[in-house]
């Protein structure tokens, strides 16, 4: 069975109940396929990145596999504000965020509430270079552990979401990140749009940023913050001391 995301943003949990941990969001337009159903939860697999999880099975619209075949064929196209919305043959708004899907609009079968939009839209590659204008679209964004959103989002959900607004993919946790691109060795031999991996105690990839020029890094740790980058980690100028511990740069681009 295969499946279209067609709310605005519904949680990825870890277990098929409303209390479970949320590990990402399934935002509009995304597809997927569905590995198992258990009452009223499916378990999915996300098409974009294959990441697994369990949603509530009243907040998504079934699709058939040529349905689901046509959409993952297609160019990603993608809202590119960061809130527009889609109305209905009835006129009826339905608010989505930036990084929501746009691609099934084009097909009537799988439109099945003949949703139209009209806001800006992005899709095929951009310059490395955009990486950090997308980048900025989410300053401030609060921290929320699992979030894609600029209402909510988590370290490797924000570079995710930059880089897919820019027509490059990435997974989706930090240390599956990690595993991406070519590995630098110095800060120095970085541009702007590297990664930047951190691990903790354990040797465990924690974290990742986004590397700016002169020595800066744009992360979500509280929120969607500028600091500074050196090589021991990040530098919180407020507090006056390292927030994460480097581990290793990646060029992805």
Known sequence: MYGI?????????????????QVSQ??????????E??????????????YEGWIDSKQCQI???????????????????????????QNILMPIPLGAALTFLNFEKINVNNFIFEGLKVTGQKPK?????????????????GGKTP?????????????????????????????????????EESEAGDLAFFDNEEGKIIHVGII????????ASGKVRIDRLDHLGIYNAETNRHTHKLRVIKKII
């Open 63 to 89: 699709i058939t596999q040529n349905e689901f075949d046509e959409i993952s064929k297609s160019s990603i196209i993608l809202n590119n504000d960061l809130v527009e919305f889609v109305t209905n043959d």
């Open 151 to 187: 209402f909510g989002i988590d370290c490797s959900g924000f570079t995710q979401m930059v880089y897919k607004l820019n027509g490059y993919k990435l997974l989706r946790d930090a240390s599956q990140q990690a595993t991406q691109g070519e590995a630098l060795s110095f800060i």
């Open 26 to 35: 399934v935002l509009f337009g995304e597809h997927f396929t569905i590995i």
């Open 37 to 50: 159903q258990q009452k009223q939860w499916l378990k999915i697999q996300l098409h974009y990145d294959q």
């Open 5 to 21: 995301c067609n709310l605005a943003i519904i949680p990825l949990r870890v277990e098929p109940n409303d209390r479970s941990e």
């Open 129 to 145: 270079q955009e990486l950090i204008k997308t980048a900025f679209l989410y300053l401030n964004a609060p921290y929320l552990w």
């Open 212 to 219: 700016m020029n002169d020595n800066y890094i744009i992360h």
